[in-house]
Every structure is written in structure tokens, then in C-alpha cells.
């Protein structure tokens, strides 16, 4: 279409309708056929989200970490910033919380400029030299 990004042609959402494609249909079987890890209390936090940072810094995370709303999984998003605006994804190619092949899928479908790093969900901590790479490169394209 004309006037909009190569990303957003590409990434286009399905329109709404009351019966929606299965998971299975819209993520890469990879990201889908491995049964979800579930963490629970400060070990279990550490082990899924975070078995790469000092356990100093992982106590002191669960402690602030709050419960995920249950809204998170029937809000529906109005609108996608990066249908029309550049993005950065970093993949952490260790992550236990999300699988890093949907990662790579969503940075794919959003036309990411993509960079991987071997790294847990908390890159920021694990691997902040990672993060500042992204950043930095991201700051430089504006």
C-alpha cells in the first residue's frame, strides 16, 4: 500500500473477528511446541528469568517484582508503534522466558534491526554492554 512502511505491510494484524487463529498458526512452531516455564518465589525467578546475574542482584529483583495483571492476557493493543517507527530488538539468546525464536519471529514481523547476545531475559544486568550496544545504535539512526 501506498505511503506505508515495508514493516507494517508485512506485519499487518489480521482484522479483529470473534474466532481467532490458534497460536499454533500464528507463532513459529518452535516458539509454541515447548510447554511454558513457570517461575514462582525468588529461586524460581532467578532460575527462569535471571540465571545469569549475581544472586545478590536476583533477591533484591523478586523482592520488588510484582504479580503480572491478569489483563495481560486479554488487553487487546490499539495500536503498534513500530508499524510506523524504526525498532531495535535485542534477542537474548538464553532467555528461559521467552523462547528467543518468537523473539527473532516478532523482531522479523516488526522489521527489527535485530542484534543477539548470549544473555538470560535480564540483559540488563547480565550483559548492560549488550544493551548500550542497542542503544547507541538506535541513537545514532535518529
Do not use: N
Amino acid at each position: 500500500m501506498p505511503g506505508r512502511s515495508r514493516a507494517s505491510s508485512q506485519a499487518a494484524a489480521p482484522p479483529h473477528s470473534s474466532k481467532r487463529p490458534s497460536r499454533r498458526s500464528r507463532y513459529p512452531a518452535s516458539a509454541t511446541a515447548r510447554p511454558s516455564t513457570c517461575a514462582s518465589g525468588p529461586t524460581g525467578s532467578a532460575r527462569v528469568f535471571a540465571h545469569d546475574v549475581p544472586s545478590t542482584a536476583t533477591r533484591v529483583l523478586a523482592a520488588g517484582q510484582r504479580p503480572l495483571s491478569g489483563t495481560a492476557f486479554t488487553d487487546r493493543c490499539t495500536a503498534a508503534a513500530w508499524r510506523a517507527l524504526p525498532s531495535w530488538t535485542l534477542v537474548c539468546g538464553q532467555d528461559r522466558g521467552i523462547v528467543p525464536e518468537l523473539r527473532r519471529f516478532q523482531a522479523r514481523r516488526a522489521g527489527s534491526r535485530t542484534t543477539e547476545a548470549a544473555s538470560s531475559h535480564l540483559p540488563l544486568y547480565s550483559r548492560p554492554d549488550a544493551v548500550v550496544s542497542v542503544i547507541r545504535a538506535a541513537a545514532r539512526a535518529a
